[in-house]
């Protein structure tokens, strides 16, 4: 066996513990808050539900609201060098869609937990301001690299903004709908959402 192989096989070992981790710190946090409430709960708490240290815990998120919302700043640089990518054949739109796709495929996050940590925000109004501030950090770091693929300065042009908030607002347009018994497939609509989009967006 060759040592590439044994580097490509610890690696991958690597990243499915630190998924694993990761997940198992959201669904403590989660837990905790449906259990007592956000105000009674303490990162201390939250990691040892899942089972590591506070020390672990911070290595993850920086705080226990960033690991109720559950988006790393690990992940928002992987979706970011994904759409800075410049695929054969891809306009900057299907690039989006593929990458908000990424976001919501089941090995991503699951159906039920998608309506638990909802429920969970929507009950929890001083969680308001950090899922505001955390789709605002992934609207930035979007539009970041989308500006960086177009080669234009940052602040520019309006198009990577406009491009990435539509995309974003389709997205959440879709899972609303979805989530307040509106008809069809998620994955479906997400994508006839786009196709509408792109008509305009050539």
Partial sequence: MSTDLLTDDSCGLRERKKRETRRALNLAALDLVEERGFAAVTTEEIAARAGVSTRTFFNYFPSKEAAVIGTTAEELESYAAALEQDVDGETPLESLR???????????IDRELRARRRRILLGEPSLAPALVGNNIRIENALTAALERRLAVQPGASLEARLTVAVAIAAVRACIEHQQNGGSGRLERNIDQAFERIAAGLR
């Fill in 98 to 108: 593929r990458i908000l796709a990424g976001m919501l495929a089941p090995a991503s």
